[in-house]
């Protein structure tokens, strides 16, 4: 009996050794070079030089912006979208659903050249309005992103409880606000997630809307071009620290199983 | 009149997703340069190019085949790591499902700038091998391949494993034909995801790949910087070709799974 249980659980070995190599240790490594120099000595330059230039920090908080006023804007479109289509009366639903989800399938780079060509005719010069165009390109590459977890949760959702509140007197909103809404949190947090991180990083669609882009992700891509391993890796650590203040405050909402990016299939 | 409303909302939602694509399909059939100008003739001529021009063809077909040899490595790696975490102890277990959520979470550009620096300056193997780049997609496909298994082993039913053993099957028969079988629909959703997410990668193939190499990704984004107005129109008909498979496969997958359906 034992035999059988170290074969089945020697099965992870393969799979825990590459998390170990290829996840974590690339992890420590960052950590590494973002506090030494090139000659590989300690030093809390990188640190200092992020934090004291206006630039860099300026940076920080652009993204920050672009990335909440995206979340926002997605979480807006996406949530009636997803009520809608887990709640409404439709025939043939999963149909529907297919239709919002269907973009994710065709490559980010060319659903933003069409995007591109398309603002361009509206608006002529793109560049004139860098924010604005941030926000519709990062909007219109993660809109599915978040309709799909808000789907999920919404369709799960008991319907017996929301006869439950109009049986005993709440009007269509209350019900909406004091049951639909609370019960779609893990939903919203999943959807979140899924969208705040890559609209703070994902360069490459700014960079294609309009070749020049302020936001962390091309933070890492300069110094990346640069050959700057060190700076480049304190980016990276101050990115992971976000990563790990987003997800801890959002663990205590979300339910494992819509959790985060895991809910697309 | 009660209806109007969220129909007039969906379909809002459904022109801002799809109108740009549209659009761009429509003027992929024509000799215009550029959206919005004003078009002289129809024409094939952007499709010719992009299945005549070499450098595309191989671009799409490297893509392809980058996509397959990741996605399989990632679905071993990740479906062999769900079955054993599930069978481990709490501690194992824990440990392996936060290492598992590390990708998933990180911001893919972090993710590929990590591997990069470990692999690349570090270590200092050589792009041209592919070694970094099909690593590198591992780390990222293979934890969705973990997250798309581990629901099925859950809801699985221990008995039947515990009955083949009974019956006299060996454990890794057991495991082989009794507990893989149950996984499929996980290791099948997995190993689409797998594709899709390799398809889609920009950031751990730019840091990665070899400098001849290109995916559709990394070329796109090149092709706007470059100002070959003949390779940006075929790019046109490439993304409507990649709309017209897409849509091809939902709508098969969508009736097969119905006559699945009616069969039962």
Redesign the interface.
């Known amino acids: 009996m034992k035999a059988i249980t170290l074969n089945r659980k020697h099965l992870c070995i393969p799979y825990a050794a590459f998390l170990i190599l290829f996840v974590i240790l690339p992890l420590l490594v960052v950590l590494y070079y973002a506090f030494t120099n090139a000659t590989g000595e300690f030093t809390l330059e990188n640190f200092i030089s992020f934090f004291s230039n206006t630039n860099t920090i300026g940076t920080l908080f652009y993204s920050l912006a672009l990335g909440i006023v995206t979340t926002v804007c997605c979480l807006l479109i996406a949530y009636p979208t997803a009520y809608l289509l887990a709640r409404g009366k439709f025939k043939k639903r999963s149909v529907l659903l297919m239709l919002f989800v269907t973009p994710m399938w065709i490559n980010f780079t060319l659903r933003i050249t069409a995007l591109k060509e398309i603002l361009s005719l509206i608006e002529g010069n793109i560049a004139q309005y860098p924010f604005l165009n941030s926000v519709i390109g990062m909007t219109y590459d993660f809109l599915p992103f978040m309709i799909l977890p808000l789907y999920t949760c919404l369709l799960k959702l008991d319907t017996s409880l929301l006869e439950a509140a109009s049986d005993l007197g709440a009007d269509k909103a209350t019900v909406f606000l004091k049951v639909t809404l609370p019960l779609s949190v893990p939903g919203i947090v999943s959807g979140v997630t899924m969208v705040l991180l890559p609209s703070m990083t994902n360069y490459v669609v700014l960079d294609m809307l309009y070749n020049s882009t302020y936001i962390m992700g091309s933070l890492i891509g300069s110094y990346f071009s640069a050959y700057d391993w060190h700076n480049g890796s304190m980016i990276a650590l101050i990115l992971l620290v976000i990563i790990f203040l987003i997800t801890l405050a959002t663990n205590r909402f979300s339910d494992d199983e819509s959790s985060s990016r895991g809910a697309i299939l | 009149m009660k209806k109007v409303l969220?129909v007039f909302?969906?379909c809002l939602?459904?022109a801002?997703?799809?109108?740009?694509?549209l659009?761009?399909a429509v003027?992929s059939f024509t000799d215009a340069t550029?959206?919005?100008t004003e078009v002289s003739g129809l024409t094939f001529q952007n499709y010719i190019n992009l299945f005549a021009n070499e450098e595309l063809r191989d671009m799409i077909v490297g893509t392809f085949v980058l996509a397959i040899v990741v996605s399989c490595i990632a679905t071993v790696?990740?479906t062999?790591?769900?079955?054993?975490?599930h069978?481990?102890k709490r501690l194992?277990k824990t440990?392996?499902n936060g290492?598992?959520?590390?990708?998933?979470?990180?911001?893919?550009?972090?993710?590929a700038?990590?591997?990069?620096?470990?692999?690349i300056?570090?270590l200092g193997i050589n792009k041209d091998t592919f070694v970094p780049l099909v690593?590198g997609q591992?780390?990222l496909c293979?934890p969705?391949v973990?997250?798309?298994v581990k629901?099925k082993l859950t809801q699985m039913d221990n008995s039947l494993y515990e009955a083949a053993?009974d019956l006299g099957a060996t454990?890794?028969q057991a495991?082989w034909k009794v507990v893989l079988p149950q996984l499929i629909p996980g290791i099948v959703?997995?190993f689409?995801?797998s594709f899709?997410l390799s398809?889609?990668d920009?950031?751990i193939t730019t840091?990665t790949k070899p400098s001849s190499f290109d995916t559709?990704?990394t070329y796109?984004?090149n092709a706007?910087?470059g100002s070959q107005t003949e390779i940006k129109t075929a790019?046109?008909a490439?993304?409507t070709v990649?709309?017209l498979v897409?849509?091809a496969?939902?709508i098969v997958t969508?009736v097969v799974s119905r006559r699945h359906k009616e069969e039962r």
């Open positions: 969220p909302w969906l939602v459904l801002f997703i799809y109108l740009p694509i659009i761009l003027y550029m959206v919005g790696l990740g062999l790591g769900a079955i054993g975490a069978y481990s194992p440990l392996i290492a598992n959520e590390i990708p998933v979470v990180n911001a893919d550009i972090v993710t700038f990590s591997v990069c620096v470990l692999l300056i570090l690593i591992v780390v293979a969705f973990f997250l798309a629901p053993l454990p890794s495991l959703s997995g689409m995801l899709t398809l889609d920009y950031f840091y559709i990704s796109v984004f706007t910087k790019l046109w490439l993304s990649i709309f897409v849509v496969a939902v969508n």
